[in-house]
């Protein structure tokens, strides 16, 4: 999917340098490409991503614009965190001002690693076990804004969003490129993530697939976005088909980057099998649960329902 980032953020990325992603790094010539050797990444364990030091970040947020564009909705005085005590699992923090829980605008999760698929896999998916990036964790937050119906909430939100969800994407993209991994991948814990993120990500299971274009089939033209959310949060969509209602637990969704996964995620058998799928459902939403839940849990509801 096209994105108004992608060409200004590769020209930035190919100016950084070592110097400017590691502080007090002795070689301030070498780039984002001299960080990978034989195919995988150079740790260090004082490093985020075995990469990038707290200044480094820093460096970077400065590099792609994201602290002007943070200072235009009043978020100044960033602080980075960085949590790198399991090898394998590195945590992020920024904060406006104090680095305190309350003034957190950022908390990123990454894994990376080998990730086999074991559901819903095709019979022609290459034996191959990739190396992916993993975005276990992403919050992006403005704890200066309050919700309204411009901007309502969402399932696990406790603050609107920050509009830069294009950017970070650019970003974790020429991330995952850079170190050499096949693509990224996450499981979304709400369907309006997984919405957001299949713009440009798929579900490795074609059924998952299935599902999340039935609902947008079937309800986006009868309801508001907020709507949709917050019934599937509740178990308040119904498969009319069978009478069932639908309980969100999907499988991965990924962002394939090398040849042989975009083939095989773009292959005519995998959309046959989301298209197949997609038979089998017919969602419509359980109005009186789902007016019932909201007033329960004093969520305001933006529409007219009936």
């Not at 707290?54 to 002007?68: C, H, P, R, S, Y």
């Not at 076990?129 to 975005?135: A, D, F, K, S, Y």
């Not at 499988?251 to 773009?266: Q, S, V």
């Amino acid at each position: 999917m096209y994105n108004r980032y992608r060409k200004q953020y590769l020209k930035i990325a190919k100016k950084l340098t070592l110097a400017d992603i590691q502080t007090g790094a002795d070689f301030d010539d070498l780039t984002l490409d001299n960080i990978v050797s034989g195919g995988r990444v150079k740790q260090s364990s004082n490093f985020f991503m075995g990469v990038f030091s707290k200044q480094g970040l820093k460096n970077v947020i400065d590099a792609f614009g994201l602290t002007e564009a943070l200072a235009r909705l009043g978020l100044t005085d960033l602080h980075v965190e960085i949590d790198t005590d399991d090898p394998h699992t590195h945590r992020l923090y920024v904060y406006t001002g104090t680095p305190e829980d309350e003034n957190t605008i950022c908390e990123m999760v990454l894994k990376w690693g080998q990730m086999r698929f074991t559901e819903g896999i095709l019979h022609n998916f290459p034996d191959i076990i990739p190396n992916l990036l993993q975005v276990e964790w992403l919050l992006l937050q403005n704890p200066k804004m309050h919700f309204d119906e411009r901007r309502p909430q969402l399932p696990g939100q406790s603050y609107p969003g920050l509009g830069i969800g294009d950017r970070m994407l650019q970003i974790m993209i020429i991330l995952t490129r850079r170190l050499n991994l096949e693509g990224m991948i996450n499981k979304p814990r709400y369907y309006h993530t997984a919405f957001m993120f299949t713009k440009d990500f798929i579900f490795t299971n074609p059924s998952n697939q299935a599902i999340l274009q039935a609902i947008n089939r079937d309800l986006t033209s009868k309801y508001k976005f907020h709507t949709i959310a917050w019934a599937a949060h509740f178990d308040c969509l119904i498969n009319h088909v069978t009478g069932e209602e639908l309980v969100w637990d999907t499988d991965y969704l990924i962002l394939p980057l090398k040849k042989y996964l975009i083939k095989y995620f773009r292959s005519k058998e995998y959309q046959r099998q989301v298209g197949q799928q997609m038979e089998k459902f017919n969602f419509i939403i359980n109005i009186p649960k789902f007016i019932k839940c909201m007033q329960k849990n004093k969520i305001p509801i933006y529409e007219k329902l009936s």
